[in-house]
T-cell receptor, first 112, second 108 residues
Framework: DAGVIQSPRHEVTEMGQEVTLRCKPISGHNSLFWYRQTMMRGLELLIYFNNNVPIDDSGMPEDRFSAKMPNASFSTLKIQPSEPRDSAVYFC??????????FGPGTRLTVL | GENVEQHPSTLSVQEGDSAVIKCTYSDSASNYFPWYKQELGKRPQLIIDIRSNVGEKKDQRIAVTLNKTAKHFSLHITETQPEDSAVYFCAASRIPTFGRGTSLIVHP
């Protein structure tokens, strides 16, 4: 298995632009998590899905952030409009139930 | 929700020494406690985990202990090596709430 796949690996955009991050979980995993990592706030859980259904989105910072999981093999995290304070590394992780999470390589987002 | 406190934030040791990182949690219903290691520029990876029905678990130089009554758990690394240098995160609950991380530096 290729592991969790994220794209793009790096994204540089200007304030106000829409950003879409993509994630392909490991086949057979039924839980998917989106995290944001910054020096100031550490590793924050934004949202998680179980069997494609959003279970807890209380970590989503504000309405500018949205996430979808249209099927078991794909998820997106969208920021619209983006702001400089959204600059961070965004990780997607998947697991089989509530067990070890496997993280993707992350997307480094820079908003100018 | 769950609240996880992790200490220390930075730990500097000499090669061969032991290192201990401690975490406390708030939700007594939490039953899964993983530890992740994140090397610079890399993704977090699980190094060991423990469930609430076990008090201690060991894997070579790494061990984790859990005290459910006191709601704290610890990571123990013995005979540290320079390649152990990384940031270590503890987590608690079924939907992991992560601690802020401990930057471990092992000096040769």
């Amino acid at each position: 298995d290729a592991g969790v796949i994220q794209s793009p690996r790096h994204e540089v955009t200007e304030m106000g632009q829409e950003v879409t991050l993509r994630c392909k979980p490991i086949s057979g995993h039924n839980s998917l998590f989106w995290y944001r990592q910054t020096m100031m706030r550490g590793l924050e859980l934004l949202i998680y899905f179980n069997n494609n259904v959003p279970i807890d989105d209380s970590g989503m910072p504000e309405d500018r952030f949205s996430a979808k999981m249209p099927n078991a093999s794909f998820s997106t995290l969208k920021i619209q409009p983006s702001e400089p304070r959204d600059s961070a590394v965004y990780f997607c992780a998947s697991s089989k139930g509530y067990n070890e999470q496997f993280f993707g390589p992350g997307t480094r987002l820079t908003v100018l | 929700g769950e609240n996880v406190e992790q200490h220390p934030s930075t730990l500097s040791v000499q090669e061969g020494d032991s290192a201990v990182i401690k975490c406390t949690y708030s939700d007594s219903a939490s039953n899964y406690f993983p530890w992740y290691k994140q090397e610079l520029g890399k993704r977090p990876q699980l190094i060991i985990d423990i469930r609430s029905n076990v008090g201690e678990k060991k894997d070579q130089r790494i061990a984790v202990t859990l005290n459910k009554t006191a709601k704290h758990f610890s990571l123990h690394i013995t005979e540290t090596q320079p390649e152990d240098s990384a940031v270590y995160f503890c987590a608690a609950s079924r939907i992991p709430t992560f601690g802020r991380g401990t930057s471990l530096i092992v000096h040769p």
